[in-house]
């Protein structure tokens, strides 16, 4: 009985997995009925992974547990209730609140995080010792990061006309950009293409069986 209901698991996955890519000749109902039970599977398992993996241990069970040393996480239980107040339509407008609060303290901790990792430390391993590394090909590195930012920034300099040597500079900006835009392009089509090798893999191997894992 196992291995019948494994072996209709494999099949199951296999259909979904051709009715998914069935968009690509066009927009069709098997599509729209892989497409809905794709969501509200994502939306089943992301709300019990929410209530056994973060409500319960960070909130419930210390509240319950010890709640004079964590009255501080009222407040978030208070928010989250009323974040639920925008499924009532008389009150959520109390929503908003909440809303305001975790979009707030989500951008300012966001933004610390990326200066701290995108801007101040690759500034700081790279301009301020540019001429020191293990090999050629680090130093190298290091002076093509400054450069390419520079000319980049200088692009989008706009109080002063891109003529002369300042033009110049700007342009080479442009390629900068470009070979970074390409890049992370690049890195996003490849990661496509590794989601349809995997689809593949699944398809000729645990469902038809011509390869082996």
Not at 120 to 126: A, C, G, K, P, R
Not at 156 to 161: A, L, P, Y
Request: glycine share 10%; with cysteine.
């Amino acid at each position: 009985m196992a291995l019948t209901m494994e072996r209709l698991g494999v099949w199951i996955g296999a259909a979904l997995t051709f009715a998914i890519y069935s968009f690509l000749y066009k927009d069709n109902p098997v599509y729209k009925i892989a497409e809905q039970i794709f969501v509200g599977i994502s939306a089943g398992y992301w709300f019990i992974y929410t209530i056994f993996n973060i409500l319960k241990p960070n909130l419930y069970t210390p509240l319950t547990s010890d709640f004079g040393n964590n009255t501080l996480l009222v407040l978030p239980a208070i928010l989250g209730i009323f974040m639920l107040c925008r499924l009532v339509p008389k009150i959520n407008w109390v929503s908003r609140y909440a809303i305001s609060v975790v979009v707030g303290t989500t951008a300012g901790l966001a933004l610390i995080r990326t200066l701290q990792s995108d801007v101040i430390t690759q500034m700081s391993e790279t301009i301020m010792n540019p001429f020191s590394g293990p090999n050629a090909a680090v130093i190298l590195g290091k002076w093509i990061l400054i450069i390419g930012t520079t000319t980049g920034i200088i692009y989008f300099f706009f109080s002063k006309k891109h003529t002369g040597a300042f033009g110049a500079t700007a342009k080479l900006g442009i390629v900068f950009l470009m070979i970074s835009f390409g890049a992370a392009f690049g890195y996003t089509v490849m990661a496509r293409i590794s989601l349809l090798i995997g689809r593949l893999q699944y398809l000729l191997g645990e469902w038809l069986g011509i390869i082996q894992p």
